[in-house]
């Protein structure tokens, strides 16, 4: 029978292999010690309509937050565009509808994008896509590079086992915005209009991302 040192040396010895094992796949992605998981970072989106600042969740999401780092640090984001606002006046799908409006990363730089990451899944990390919450946009799971959303109210069938995306995997949270509520707000009331690549949802014209960095 297990003494309760051996039990506690083994519960820290596990403890240790997962942080480890996170260690480990940040390395594998190209994140480096500088992103491996700690306090929140901050970042702020300079846009035409006013700044907007984010908090990244890099102790819950470390390779999600240390992904969405590398393209602010790299300077992605400059001369981006928010090109989508669903609300419920223009959204394409009424069986889940949702609420966000979607940041894109220079078209210019498609070329130089980091290779796609894990999923993150909200089972997993405990976050959940509530009003304000930062949520990766993707296709399948493992897809998702640099578009993100900005979650307008509290979407449950966004998180893991929801019913929006057909997969059921949901969309990874990594973070939350701080400031510049207004200007989310304004976004997203934007006009929208029939064509482009989200049909009533795309923003015309897209707002502009000035530029993106740590705060």
Sequence with gaps: MKTIKQSVER???LQAGCLAGVAMALFALGFG????????????FETDLGNI????????????????????????????????????????RHDVEI??????SNPAREGAMFPPIPMERTSVTGLRNVNGALSMARNGPDTAQASFSIVIGDRPEMDYAGKRNPDGQGFAVFGRVVDGWDVVKKIH????GTNGEYKTETLDPPIKIRRAYRK
């Design 11 to 13: 519960l820290a010895s």
């Design 33 to 44: 010690c500088a992103h491996l998981p700690g306090r929140p970072v901050l970042a702020v």
């Design 53 to 92: 600042t984010v908090e990244v969740d890099a102790a819950h999401a470390p390779i999600t937050g240390a992904n969405f780092l590398k393209y602010v640090d790299g300077k992605f984001y400059d001369g981006g565009i928010v090109n989508r606002a669903v609300r419920p006046d223009n959204t394409i």
């Design 99 to 104: 609420q966000v409006i979607q940041f894109q």
């Design 189 to 192: 009331q934007s006009h929208t």
